[in-house]
């Protein structure tokens, strides 16, 4: 076998699963899995990930995997945990690897429970803002002013016109340890902060942006400088909260506006025609400044 | 040996749980289930019983824990009832379908809305189609064995299903009797570790929950039915082998009650066939052949067996505390659709009975032989489901 | 293929579905400027970068031609070119 033939076959997560060209969410899964190793059990709730990795007959995984529903990646994992754990296998890990739809919206209720429960589960939302396995509906993580196929931009609408759930800050408020922002940009600190939440036993959080070419509307081979300009206009705020405490900020060395950020994707489009968003711009520099101020993301 | 001591049927249930041996159990509380997670809580702070006990947020999340932990290769178990057990609906008919075995007790309620918390059988059988094989239970003697019966059938590497041991809620889960209990080494030796086919393993990953084209999902779900189809076989086995351990036989996937010659044979499930056994007796004391036939294992649909038992009979009246809106009741309908196209069928008349707790007692039982006879006697057409005991005066 | 129980099934096999029909366009190492940095292993979403002996080379049976290699190797060693049929 040729090198490249073993390596596919060693990969955790191989080749041949049918991601879209430029897909930020296979990039970070190649990553977290090369951060954690084998010796984990992958929970996946319906999404993006789900759907192109596992049609019947062909799947990528290198570890064992199981998809069950939409709301309970949290829940499955909790109670593989608790398997494990009667089993005294101490060495073997548990992850969620979920999107924002089942991590924002219909799995809330679960990885509240999971979280309070304080069960040994590392939960890594990829966030691409949208269901975007159906074609791009609105979700609680979809960016404000951000244009869904259930918000849409329109003669009357300018998109999304409430927040995005701040995810982190509730787990956070559940009491759990480690949570932490990533982005597919950095793709070094991924692995270092999967890395770090593995250390301790527990439930982390990990939330990983991961831009989306089909999605958000850019050419496939922008996928990580879309999200480097994301965390360097203040939008995308890169960090580590231990035990409710912001302990580590990725900074930006020279803030750019956030329309550079804005105008790169067709699901902003709308903010730019005439002079219909100026407003809405103005409110989502306001944000990325509060973000900037918030998080010390100026060096 | 067995020793015997008078039991809340809810402790009956967490005492056959704990001699399963669960690794994994999960719990959220909803009358009137819920004492059976707290018998198996008090066990565990007493330090009488070694499992993960998972405190989840809701139904959806009992039966999701317990879907990962039987994935990871552990026994493992959860309790509901009514509302609890149709927010969990689309976890069974998942885990059916992902052939995840595990147990699950199903305390029969009413469904909402108007709500209410007595019992009737709406709740698991609005679950009869998901895959989940169902038992249902007349005493808290017969809650204790099945149930761990129930562990065996579930893990069987021909069946691989989620099972349901589906037992009245408040009448059985809250009377005491007298239980007779099993030895843990005559259980343990009866059921053995959890044995899995497939499971969730670091050393041979493998994938669950794929999807599946239109060229594949048939096949799968036609498998389901074969393994059900299988189980009634092997069901019958299992009970019979614990039988023989604990020489109590509650007989196989129905008991024929005095269907000898009975010209009347009435069908019921559940709680009430204890009440409906008497006013059988009663009857026959009077000359009247009647008899009956219980319904212990539900899905599958034992039609071969009722069929043994019914074929001589005229008319049989099924008794059912479950109706399908738009139509009639589910029991009824199973069998009528066996019977179908059979020249020598007996009638089936349907009765709708203590939906809600309305009393089912000796009396409507003797109702409802005699609406059957008098049925029989007019002849054709055959009514619509018969509500007994409805009360029109308060209806609008 | 036929059914396996409960639809589960070996980790790898996607590996027999070749993405590398997907492409319009394919990467193209020009070794003479490649550093062998590994930026372009690390940020294939397709596991379609393997380095031989420090050679960088493109794995055409899953490479979709996505063009993230491209973009982001500082060397600007990678060349994309129109996929020829």
Same mark, same amino acid.
């Given at each position: 076998?040729?090198?490249?033939?073993?390596?596919?076959?060693?990969?955790?997560?191989?080749?041949?699963?049918?991601?879209?060209?430029?897909?930020?969410?296979?990039?970070?899964?190649?990553?977290?899995?090369?951060?954690?190793?084998?010796?984990?059990?992958?929970?996946?709730?319906?999404?993006?990930?789900?759907?192109?990795?596992?049609?019947?007959?062909?799947?990528?995984?290198?570890?064992?995997?199981?998809?069950?529903?939409?709301?309970?990646?949290?829940?499955?994992?909790?109670?593989?945990?608790?398997?494990?754990?009667?089993?005294?296998?101490?060495?073997?890990?548990?992850?969620?690897?979920?999107?924002?739809?089942?991590?924002? !919206?219909?799995?809330?209720?679960?990885?509240?429970?999971?979280?309070?429960? $304080?069960?040994?589960?590392?939960?890594?939302?990829? !966030?691409?803002? @949208?269901?975007?396995?159906?074609?791009?509906?609105?979700?609680?993580?979809?960016?404000?002013?951000?244009?869904?196929?259930?918000?849409? @931009?329109?003669?009357?609408?300018? $998109?999304?016109?409430?927040?995005?759930?701040?995810?982190?800050?509730?787990?956070? @408020?559940?009491?759990?340890?480690?949570?932490?922002?990533?982005?597919?940009?950095?793709?070094? !600190?991924?692995?270092?902060?999967? *890395? *770090?939440?593995?250390?301790?036993?527990?439930?982390?959080?990990?939330?990983? !942006?991961?831009?989306?070419?089909?999605?958000? $509307?850019?050419?496939?081979?922008?996928?990580? &400088?879309?999200?480097?300009?994301?965390?360097?206009?203040?939008?995308?705020?890169?960090?580590?909260? &231990?035990?409710?405490?912001?302990?580590? @900020?990725?900074?930006?060395?020279?803030?750019?506006?956030?329309?550079?950020?804005?105008?790169?994707?067709?699901?902003? *489009?709308?903010?730019?025609?005439?002079?219909?968003?100026?407003?809405?711009?103005?409110?989502?520099?306001?944000?990325?400044?509060?973000?900037? &101020?918030?998080?010390?993301?100026?060096? | 040996?067995?020793?015997?001591?008078?039991?809340?049927?809810?402790?009956?249930?967490?005492?056959?749980?704990?001699?399963?041996?669960?690794?994994?159990?999960?719990?959220?509380?909803?009358?009137?289930?819920?004492?059976?997670?707290?018998? /198996?809580?008090?066990?565990?702070?007493?330090?009488?019983?070694?499992?993960?006990?998972?405190?989840?947020?809701?139904?959806?999340? #009992?039966?999701?824990?317990?879907? +990962?932990?039987?994935?990871?290769?552990?026994?493992?178990?959860?309790?509901?009832?009514?509302?609890?057990?149709?927010?969990?609906?689309?976890?069974?008919? #998942?885990? #059916? +379908?992902?052939?995840?075995?595990?147990?699950?007790? %199903?305390?029969?309620?009413?469904?909402?809305?108007?709500?209410?918390?007595?019992?009737?059988?709406?709740?698991?059988?609005?679950?009869?189609?998901?895959?989940?094989?169902?038992?249902?239970?007349?005493?808290?003697?017969?809650?204790?064995?099945?149930?761990?019966?129930?562990?065996?059938?579930?893990?069987?590497?021909?069946?691989?299903?989620?099972?349901?041991?589906?037992?009245?809620?408040?009448?059985?889960?809250?009377?005491?009797?007298?239980?007779?209990?099993?030895?843990?080494?005559?259980?343990?030796?009866?059921?053995?570790?959890?044995?899995?086919?497939?499971?969730?393993?670091?050393?041979?990953? =493998?994938?669950?929950?794929?999807?599946?084209?239109?060229?594949?999902?048939?096949?799968? =779900?036609?498998?389901?039915?074969?393994?059900?189809?299988?189980?009634?076989?092997?069901?019958?086995?299992?009970?019979?082998?614990?039988?023989?351990?604990?020489?109590?036989?509650?007989?196989?996937?129905?008991?024929?009650?005095?269907?000898?010659?009975?010209?009347?044979?009435?069908? #019921?499930?559940?709680?009430?066939? %204890?009440?409906?056994?008497?006013?059988?007796?009663?009857?026959?004391?009077?000359?009247?052949?009647?008899?009956?036939?219980?319904?212990?294992?539900?899905?599958?649909?034992?039609?071969?067996?009722?069929?043994?038992?019914?074929?001589?009979?005229?008319?049989?009246?099924?008794?059912?505390?479950?109706?399908?809106?738009?139509?009639?009741?589910?029991?009824?309908?199973?069998?009528?659709? =066996?019977?179908?196209?059979?020249?020598?069928?007996?009638?089936?008349?349907?009765?709708?009975? %203590?939906?809600?707790?309305?009393?089912?007692? =000796?009396?409507?039982?003797?109702?409802?032989?005699?609406?059957?006879?008098?049925?029989?006697?007019?002849?054709?057409?055959?009514?619509?489901?018969?509500?007994?005991? /409805?009360?029109?005066?308060?209806?609008? | 293929?036929?059914?396996?129980?409960?639809?589960?099934?070996?980790?790898?096999?996607?590996?027999?579905?070749?993405?590398?029909?997907?492409?319009?366009?394919?990467?193209?190492?020009?070794?003479?400027?490649?550093?062998?940095?590994?930026?372009?292993?690390?940020?294939?979403?397709?596991?379609?970068?393997?380095?031989?002996?420090?050679?960088?080379?493109?794995?055409?049976?899953?490479?979709?031609?996505?063009?993230?290699?491209?973009?982001?190797?500082?060397?600007?060693?990678?060349?994309?070119?129109?996929?020829?049929?």
């Amino acid at each position: 076998m040729s090198i490249p033939q073993i390596a596919r076959k060693e990969a955790l997560f191989t080749s041949g699963h049918r991601a879209c060209h430029g897909c930020g969410i296979a990039l970070a899964v190649r990553h977290i899995l090369k951060a954690t190793g084998k010796n984990v059990i992958v929970v996946t709730p319906t999404g993006c990930l789900e759907t192109f990795s596992s049609p019947y007959g062909y799947s990528p995984w290198g570890v064992p995997w199981i998809h069950h529903l939409f709301e309970n990646g949290p829940s499955v994992a909790s109670g593989v945990a608790a398997a494990l754990k009667a089993q005294k296998q101490d060495s073997i890990r548990v992850l969620v690897i979920a999107g924002d739809g089942s991590t924002f !919206d219909i799995g809330f209720g679960a990885i509240s429970g999971m979280l309070e429960r $304080g069960d040994d589960v590392l939960y890594i939302c990829t !966030d691409n803002g @949208a269901y975007m396995n159906t074609g791009g509906q609105r979700s609680g993580a979809s960016p404000t002013y951000s244009s869904t196929t259930t918000d849409p @931009a329109g003669k009357e609408s300018l $998109g999304k016109t409430q927040m995005m759930k701040n995810l982190p800050a509730i787990v956070a @408020a559940h009491g759990a340890p480690y949570v932490a922002t990533a982005s597919v940009a950095f793709l070094k !600190d991924l692995q270092k902060k999967v *890395k *770090k939440a593995m250390k301790s036993r527990g439930p982390h959080y990990l939330q990983i !942006d991961t831009p989306c070419p089909s999605g958000w $509307g850019f050419p496939p081979e922008r996928t990580l &400088e879309i999200g480097r300009i994301g965390i360097d206009c203040g939008l995308v705020p890169i960090f580590e909260m &231990e035990n409710g405490k912001i302990t580590s @900020a990725r900074k930006i060395k020279k803030q750019i506006p956030v329309t550079d950020y804005l105008k790169a994707q067709t699901r902003f *489009k709308h903010l730019f025609s005439a002079d219909r968003g100026v407003d809405q711009l103005a409110e989502l520099q306001l944000i990325a400044d509060e973000n900037i &101020e918030k998080y010390e993301l100026m060096s | 040996m067995n020793h015997i001591k008078v039991v809340e049927g809810s402790e009956a249930v967490a005492l056959a749980v704990k001699a399963c041996r669960p690794q994994v159990i999960s719990a959220y509380p909803i009358s009137p289930q819920t004492h059976i997670v707290e018998w /198996l809580a008090k066990m565990i702070a007493d330090g009488e019983l070694e499992t993960e006990y998972v405190r989840v947020e809701s139904e959806f999340s #009992a039966a999701s824990v317990i879907s +990962g932990a039987s994935a990871t290769a552990s026994r493992s178990y959860t309790a509901s009832s009514s509302q609890g057990l149709l927010l969990m609906t689309e976890v069974l008919y #998942a885990s #059916a +379908g992902l052939r995840l075995p595990f147990v699950i007790t %199903g305390v029969n309620r009413a469904l909402s809305a108007p709500i209410s918390i007595q019992v009737d059988h709406q709740d698991t059988i609005s679950l009869r189609d998901s895959g989940v094989i169902q038992f249902y239970v007349e005493s808290s003697q017969e809650v204790y064995d099945t149930h761990i019966a129930a562990f065996k059938v579930a893990e069987d590497q021909g069946i691989l299903l989620p099972v349901m041991v589906c037992m009245d809620g408040w009448i059985l889960t809250h009377s005491y009797e007298r239980v007779s209990f099993m030895e843990q080494e005559e259980v343990d030796s009866f059921l053995p570790p959890f044995q899995p086919v497939n499971f969730l393993d670091v050393n041979d990953p =493998k994938t669950w929950g794929s999807y599946a084209e239109d060229d594949v999902l048939m096949e799968f =779900k036609y498998a389901i039915h074969e393994a059900m189809q299988y189980a009634k076989g092997r069901i019958k086995e299992i009970f019979s082998e614990l039988a023989m351990v604990t020489g109590r036989d509650h007989g196989g996937l129905i008991e024929a009650y005095r269907t000898e010659g009975a010209e009347v044979i009435l069908m #019921a499930m559940g709680s009430m066939v %204890g009440t409906v056994k008497d006013a059988v007796d009663e009857i026959r004391s009077e000359g009247k052949k009647v008899g009956l036939v219980k319904i212990r294992c539900y899905r599958p649909f034992p039609f071969e067996d009722i069929w043994n038992a019914i074929r001589g009979a005229k008319v049989v009246g099924v008794m059912e505390a479950n109706f399908s809106m738009g139509s009639e009741g589910a029991v009824g309908m199973d069998l009528k659709a =066996k019977l179908c196209g059979r020249p020598d069928a007996p009638l089936v008349l349907d009765f709708i009975t %203590g939906l809600g707790g309305r009393e089912v007692n =000796k009396k409507t039982v003797g109702q409802i032989v005699q609406k059957a006879e008098e049925v029989l006697n007019s002849g054709l057409p055959l009514p619509e489901s018969h509500w007994v005991d /409805l009360n029109p005066a308060i209806l609008q | 293929m036929s059914i396996t129980l409960g639809a589960v099934v070996k980790g790898g096999t996607s590996l027999d579905y070749k993405t590398g029909s997907w492409r319009d366009q394919r990467p193209v190492i020009h070794e003479d400027l490649c550093k062998a940095c590994g930026q372009c292993e690390m940020v294939c979403p397709d596991s379609a970068v393997y380095v031989v002996d420090e050679v960088y080379v493109i794995d055409y049976d899953y490479c979709k031609g996505c063009g993230l290699c491209a973009y982001e190797c500082p060397t600007e060693a990678i060349e994309m070119v129109p996929e020829e049929k």
